[in-house]
Structures are given as C-alpha cells and as structure tokens.
C-alpha cells in the first residue's frame, strides 16, 4: 500500500495491521513472470510496448515486469512513472499531494502502453492516469496489469493483466510489496 495512501486514509491517517497473507515473494515473482508472458504473446513481441507504473505502488511492480521483459525476451522496454494526483475526481473530497515523479519516456503516440498498478479497486485511479497519459500522446492502446484486483468497482474498468483475483470487503485494505501481498484493517494512528 502506497505510503500516501496510508496517510490520507480517513480521519487523516492510519496504519496498516495485516490479517492475513495471501501471497508470498515467490507467488508474487511468478505472476510478474506469467504476465509478462502474456504482455509478450498479447503483443506478438515488445517491440511498440511501453511499460508505466503509477506512482507510487505499481512502479515497483512495472519495473519489475520491465526486468522480467528483459529475462524472458532480451528486451529493454521503455519504462516511466505517472502520479495522477492533479487528475483525480476526488480533489476535493480528499488532500491531493502531488508527491511523485511523473517520468514518461518519449512521446507515446502509436505505442502500446501497458500501464501497470498494485490494486485495483474502484477504478477512479486508473481513469485518472487515463486523462493524464493523454498529456504525452495519443497511444494506439493501453492495457492495464495489476497484482490484485479486489473488486468494488465504480467505473466499467477492467484489467488485462492480473495477478490475483482478491475478493474483499469495502472496509478491508491490501499491501502489496516485494515479500507478497497481504489482507488487513487500516487502524487509526494514536496520537
């Protein structure tokens, strides 16, 4: 979970206690190597293909498909960051904090951009980086690769590429990192 977002977690902070892990490193090394694969075979190659990871939980996990890209086919794939803070839909109804690095490697006109994040949730975040990759071209396509798809959607946004299918409750969070992915409560921070 992005360290952002345990800020912002209403009332102003919180922190995450998991319950329980649902994947391990290993379980998480294998579904960035199968969908690289499948980005691979999806594509007929990686030639056009331009990985971005949203700031800030999917650049680790974009750049590791980058790696994975190259292990498997011996392709250096363009890779940059996006932070959609400023293209939310939700500005006013939490802190908006543009924070991170937005790294777009060269115009994305005609290419392929897979756009790549830890969960997703309601969709908003992914809408919002839709609207902002419209700021660095036109691409003929964009996929979405994401660890975890928890459901709950809000908006008609599916993945192409998914780690694991994770169904949850509303009130209940996700924290993916290198070590695996666990299931718990944000808690509110004593002060």
């Known amino acids: ?63 590791r498909l980058v790696e994975a890209f190259e292990r498997i086919d ?29 790294a777009i490697p060269g115009d994305l006109n005609q290419k392929v951009v897979v756009l790549v994040d830890d969960v997703l949730f309601t969709g908003r975040t992914i809408r919002a980086a ?8 036109r691409p003929r396509a964009v996929q979405l690769a994401v660890m975890v798809d928890r459901g709950h959607r809000e908006l008609p946004i599916r993945p192409d590429y998914v780690g694991k ?10 924290d993916v990192t290198d070590d695996g992915v666990e299931l718990g409560d944000m808690v509110r921070e004593r002060r």
């Open 74 to 102: 011996g392709s250096q794939v363009p890779f940059g960051t996006l932070d959609v803070a400023l293209y939310r839909d939700d500005i006013g109804l939490r802190p908006v904090m543009p924070e991170a690095v937005t």
């Open 165 to 174: 299918n994770l169904p949850t409750r509303r009130d209940e969070a996700v």
């Open 1 to 63: 979970m992005a360290e952002r977002e345990r800020r912002i977690t209403p009332p102003y902070g919180g922190v995450f206690v998991p319950r329980t892990r649902v994947m391990d490193a290993d379980a998480v090394t294998r579904a960035v190597t199968r969908i690289a694969h499948e980005v691979i075979e999806r594509n007929a190659g990686l030639a056009e293909v331009v990985v971005v990871g949203l700031q800030t939980g999917g650049v680790r996990l974009a750049h």
């Open 130 to 137: 839709l609207d902002a990759l419209t700021a660095y071209g």
